[in-house]
């Protein structure tokens, strides 16, 4: 990739077939330096919260922002919990554990993710078995599961066991991509029926609706994650959300070094993690969890902005919201030609200050997943050449 002009430096002798575009996205974001693709945006209360927490001197693990944090949280996604934990990685940790993902397991999740998602399967000594995605959700194909668990695997004793390996297919792992909903009560359907537990990679889908339901409350325990570039941030930070009041118990317990509740006595009951939120990043999440709406208001009209843009072009295709769908449009998303034209592209935007990024490069290419299991990946490989994401930073955000 070549390295974005630092400064303001535009270069204006390098005509290209997709000027047009970079002058778009120079005007939506009114810029002539460089336009970033995902930044975080504090008009909030941001400072005021930082300042009382540090006043307060409760600026670790407890605090009454942790706390608040939680609840507010909870209350937004319509979920019953929802648990402050350090980052995303270390709610979708939890979260696997929390669904009964062990040593010699097998959960399935889809190719087109990023690494976090396979990285916590793997922190619970389980292996990934990717599933190919859809091409309008670009998540997890609710056909392509049904179909890989019909052929490949057998009903034992309650669970689901792959036939080639004889081990146990404990969970799914699917993942909203760029904000976009999956199909996830077909997933949730399918899950049923074949024994698995369903937990949802929502890290990146805050705000983002099913037929007004929450993405995160489907299946049976969820992660958030609030880093720098997510739609809120609190510095680094995520959260396990779960309806479920013994997962609750547990994942709390769990992420506090599993220390028993008491005065002055230090009597832990298992190996367990320090994966709470500290209050300061707790306080920015507040600030940030206020401003929610407005950000999404602005990511929706940043949307509409992209898609009346794209729509009477036959080089680019927007990405839009599935049907029935709400979606938070936190990255938003074309789809280029073929590979040549998409990385024509990102040579053009980057040469011009404007960042863009390609999808990921599927999880099975990476080295540490390339002996994973696939179904043959088709239509992941289809996007993984032609997907780019476009600026989408929040707007005019008062
Ligand atoms: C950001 C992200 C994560 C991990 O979150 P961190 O807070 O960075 O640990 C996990 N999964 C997906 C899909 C993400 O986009």
């Not at 309008?136 to 390996?165: H, I, K, M, Y």
Request: include cysteine; aromatic fraction near 10%; charged fraction near 20%.
């Amino acid at each position: 990739m070549i390295p974005p002009l630092t400064g303001s430096t535009i270069s204006e002798n390098l005509p290209n077939m997709y000027d047009d575009i970079i002058q778009f996205i120079r005007k939506l974001y009114g810029e002539t330096g460089e336009v970033f693709l995902h930044e975080p945006v504090f008009r909030g209360a941001e400072k005021d919260y930082l300042i009382r927490t540090i006043d307060s001197t409760f600026v670790s693990s407890v605090g009454e922002y942790v706390t608040r944090f939680g609840e507010e949280f909870a209350q937004f996604v319509g979920a019953k919990h929802a648990v402050p934990v350090t980052n995303g990685t270390a709610a979708l940790h939890v979260a696997c554990l929390a669904a009964g993902v062990k040593p010699g397991d097998e959960v399935i999740t889809q190719p087109l993710t990023f690494v976090a998602t396979c990285n916590a399967i793997s922190y619970c000594g389980a292996k990934p078995v990717f599933v190919d995605v859809e091409r309008d959700t670009l998540g997890l194909s609710p056909t392509a599961l049904q179909s890989f668990l019909e052929t490949q695997t057998r009903q034992e004793n309650g669970v689901c066991v792959n036939r080639r390996t004889g081990k146990v297919i404990r969970a799914v792992v699917p993942m909203h991509v760029f904000g976009h909903p999956v199909r996830i009560r077909e997933i949730a359907d399918i899950c049923t029926e074949h024994h698995i537990v369903l937990v949802e990679d929502a890290a990146e889908a805050l705000g983002s609706f099913v037929d007004g339901r929450h993405v995160g409350t489907f299946g049976m325990v969820s992660a958030f994650s609030f880093n720098g570039n997510k739609i809120i941030t609190t510095g680094g930070g995520g959260m396990v959300v779960t309806d479920d009041d013994n997962v609750a118990d547990w994942v709390r317990h769990i992420t506090t070094t599993a220390k028993l509740p008491h005065a002055w006595n230090y009597a832990h009951d298992s190996i367990a993690f320090n994966y709470r939120m500290p209050n300061l990043n707790a306080a920015l999440g507040c600030a940030q969890l206020e401003q929610l709406p407005r950000f999404l208001a602005s990511h929706r009209a940043t949307a509409a902005a992209y898609r009346d843009f794209f729509a009477n072009r036959n080089d680019a295709t927007f990405v839009d919201e599935p049907s029935g769908c709400k979606s938070n449009f936190w990255l938003n998303a074309i789809m280029l030609g073929n590979r040549t034209e998409r990385d024509a592209f990102l040579e053009a935007t980057h040469g011009n200050a404007v960042m863009t990024r390609p999808i990921w490069n599927l999880m099975n290419r990476l080295p540490m997943y390339a002996g994973c299991q696939n179904d043959g990946l088709k239509v992941a490989q289809w996007l993984e050449d032609r997907v780019v994401n476009l600026p989408s930073t929040a707007r005019d955000v008062a």
